[in-house]
């Protein structure tokens, strides 16, 4: 693993530098890569960002959003890549994304194939925003109210509102010394938690509907069918984080999303409270994730799957009894 100040001199030393993240990308993933590319603007230096899907329209306020590109096929001629919460390249969605000279991976997810030039991953760090602020210090860089506002903001959407497991007193310290550059708790929570699109409540109301409870009230089950994205008229990004409500019932400890894709497989989404591990039930079936945040997708029938997967929630349940 490289240092801070290695990543730091090798951003300074790149003449142009692409910023890549993962496909359907998230509040960490936007605000991370727009406070790089505002650290490197300040240096002079050409910068460019691409994802391989557009943002969810929440997102769209945040500072410098216009210089976030979409596509599927990366740019070329860059000397610099960085790529922030991948653990693999494929992870970017990007198709004949070339890796240059410098390859920098930067990432808090605990599976990573360190495939960077330089590589620092961290599963310590609720989000890369705070990685990426460790970084634009040693730069230096001037936290200007624009940066502190996109890393405020992926450290706000990836702990959960502070309420994560993940959420350390380093996590508190970085968000204050960002509120103190600039960035205001009220307005960004305004403006990036409390703008949800009408079809997403209309889904929220079918996809409560939804609940259920097991395991004498420990598991809950949710379901998110392709009929009801067809009726509410949600769009993918409708669908995110909705996982996070099959933990707010009391005394729940485990709860699993199956989501029906479009090709009629599901999704799994795993979530638990506590030393409850879904990582290692998700690794199980062939996906992955953290020990409180997972997912892995399945082929069969809803019941099959739903079968297939409460066993394994069952099963760590009965381990801890
Ligand atoms: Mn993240």
Known sequence: MNSISEIAAAIRAANRTL??????????????????????????KPVEIVNADPSPPNYRGLPSFEKIQV?????????????????NLARTGLVDLEAPRVVINIDHHPVNDLYGTL???????????????????????????PIAINLYTGILTDTGSFRF????????RTAAA??????????????????QSASRVRLLAEFLSTFQVEADGLISTLLLSQEMLARTGASPNDTEGLV?????????????????????????SLRSKGDYDVGSVAEGFGGGGHRNAAG???????ESVRDQVLSALHGLVESRR
Request: glycine letters at 10%; one cysteine or more.
């Open 244 to 268: 996070n409500y099959g933990l707010s019932l009391e005394g729940v400890v485990l709860c699993a999303l199956f989501k029906e894709e479009d090709d009629g497989s599901y999704r799994v």
């Open 71 to 87: 596509s599927e096929r990366a740019p070329t001629g860059h000397d610099c890549l960085i790529v922030l919460e991948c653990g």
């Open 165 to 172: 497991s993940n959420t350390t007193a380093e996590t508190f």
């Open 296 to 302: 892995c997708s399945l082929t069969g029938t809803l």
């Open 119 to 145: 590589n620092w991953v961290d599963p310590g760090y609720a989000s890369v925003a705070e990685m990426v602020y460790l970084i634009l210090l040693d730069l230096p860089v001037q936290i200007t109210p």
């Open 19 to 44: 910023i890549v993240s993962h496909a359907r990308p998230d509040g960490d993933a936007i605000g991370s890569q727009l406070a790089v590319a505002l650290a490197l603007e300040q240096l002079g």
């Open 178 to 195: 960002l509120v103190e550059a600039g960035a205001r708790p009220g307005e960004v929570a305004e403006n990036v938690l409390m703008r």
